[in-house]
């Protein structure tokens, strides 16, 4: 079955204890990205990658980082976070620039 | 750059009444648009897509979206609102690299 999974699912964390969100897909997709979603704000992105080791900033990239060792994996870390930082987060991947992306499941992300 | 603008971040419809998601955009080069539609507690699926080919888009579950250039407008449409639509709807505009959502919004369906 074609998806994208990250892991996890939930996490509660302190602030600035490091964290990484794993994002795997099995599609063969050159591009990923990732966003987080806060309410009345829709999905912003912050990180994308075009190929392996290809990244580039979205639009919210300060206090993430993102790394694209293997085409099929693309881990978010965040090195020090912060309570504003808590957020839901989606991993998404696509074939191409202008295809549809395909989302992961969501991870919920609580910094106290 | 490009932004995506939905008006009404809650809509309330009856159970088999029409149903009308507003979207307009910007984009600086001809955009592909989408919709997405995400049930709590899951991620975001593809209703539907703009790429050029047609004005009038046809998606699942029985949603459809006109483009419309001229007043750079993306809306979602279903003829008949039934229960199980309550979610969601996310229009976006992706042009390039970029996936510009806009802030979303919350279907209700009454009985």
């Known amino acids: 079955e074609a998806q994208v999974t990250q892991n996890p699912r939930y996490l509660i964390t302190v602030t600035g204890k490091k964290l990484t969100v794993t994002c795997s897909q099995n599609?063969?997709?050159?591009?990923m990205s990732w966003y987080r979603q806060d309410p009345g704000l829709g999905l912003r992105q912050i990180y994308y990658s075009m190929n392996v080791e290809v990244t580039d900033k979205g639009d919210v990239p300060e206090g993430y980082k993102v790394s694209r060792k293997e085409k099929r994996n693309f881990p978010l870390i965040l090195e020090s976070p912060s309570p504003n930082q808590t957020s839901l987060y989606f991993c998404?991947?696509?074939?191409?620039?202008?295809?549809?992306?395909?989302f992961g499941q969501g991870t919920r992300l609580t910094v106290v | 750059a490009q932004s995506v603008t939905q008006l009404g971040s809650h809509v309330s419809v009856s159970e088999g009444a029409l149903v009308l998601l507003r979207c307009n955009y910007s984009s600086s080069v001809p955009p592909y648009l989408f919709w997405y539609v995400q049930y709590p507690n899951q991620g975001l699926q593809l209703l539907l897509k703009?790429?050029?080919?047609?004005?009038l888009v046809k998606g699942i579950n029985g949603f459809e979206a006109e483009f419309k250039k001229s007043e750079t407008s993306f809306h979602l449409t279903k003829p008949s609102a039934h229960m199980s639509d309550a979610a969601e709807y996310f229009c976006a505009v992706k042009a390039g690299n970029m996936l510009t959502f806009g802030g979303g919004t919350r279907l209700m369906v009454k009985p």
């Open positions: 703009y790429t050029s080919a047609a004005t």
């Open positions: 599609m063969n997709h050159e591009y």
């Open positions: 998404a991947s696509s074939s191409g620039p202008n295809t549809e992306a395909f």
